[in-house]
């Protein structure tokens, strides 16, 4: 195979601004969708039942349906029934939040379901009300619970986010496709860009390994 470097080279600062352009729009995404799933977790939870069923709809239609086909929607749809159109940043995060909210409310829920009923009950004995034992008393320990799921959602977050190369977003896989039009060399175009994903995916696995282990530490002492 007659690889040139000299290509790689050339474009290796599309490549680098692709790189952070994903992990910039992962970052806010599953930020966003951390507050929504915290907050869809809770509806679901709840005895009021016209909002536990907003939320299960909520996160069995977006659970159920392809992330490419909600960028579409977003992007396409959206500016339809607003009557203005969206910039392919604000579509790709609108698109990218959503999904991860529904993910990370089934995280949230889990976790918080996990923690023994009594606990609860121990806390509105001592007189908080259900907010205060929830954030003070469930929450923190359903919190050390999801962070490997958490981290494994930031990450197939970042691999899912090159959907959105599909709107002209200029991220990772954007790049790769934008060097494989100028030049045809598929090596040259895709092997930065899987190897750029990698290093984010690896970097960030260690980083949520050496935080769950802190946390671990913390708990024992």
């Known amino acids: 195979m007659d690889f040139r470097w000299d290509i790689v080279y050339s474009y290796y600062d599309m490549f680098l601004m692709g790189g952070w352009m994903t992990l910039k729009l992962t970052a806010i995404a599953v930020t966003i969708g951390t507050i929504i799933g915290l907050i869809v977790a809770l509806a679901r939870l709840t005895k009021f039942t016209p909002l536990r069923w907003f939320a299960a709809i909520y996160t069995d239609v977006i659970r159920g349906t392809p992330l490419l086909v909600q ?60 907010p205060q034992a929830m954030r003070h008393i469930i929450l923190p320990q359903a919190f050390r619970r999801i962070i490997p799921p958490l981290g494994n959602e930031f ?14 977003l200029p991220e ?3 790049a790769g496709r934008t060097v494989y039009g100028s030049t045809y060399r598929v090596w040259e175009a895709w092997l930065p860009v899987a190897f750029v994903y990698l290093v984010m ?21």
């Open 71 to 130: 960028i579409f929607i977003v992007h396409f749809g959206a500016p339809k029934l607003l009557g203005f159109s969206l910039s392919a940043m604000t579509s790709g995060l609108i698109a990218l939040s959503i999904n991860s909210g529904a993910y990370v409310a089934e995280i949230f829920r889990a976790g918080i379901q996990s923690i023994d009923k009594g606990q609860m009950e121990a806390a509105r004995s001592l007189g908080m009300t259900y």
């Open 201 to 221: 995916t690896l970097a960030f696995t260690r980083l949520v390994a050496w935080y769950e282990s802190r946390l671990a530490l913390k708990a024992h002492r």
């Open 155 to 168: 990450i197939a977050m970042l691999k899912d986010s090159s959907l959105v190369s599909v709107i002209s």
């Open 172 to 174: 990772l896989a954007m």
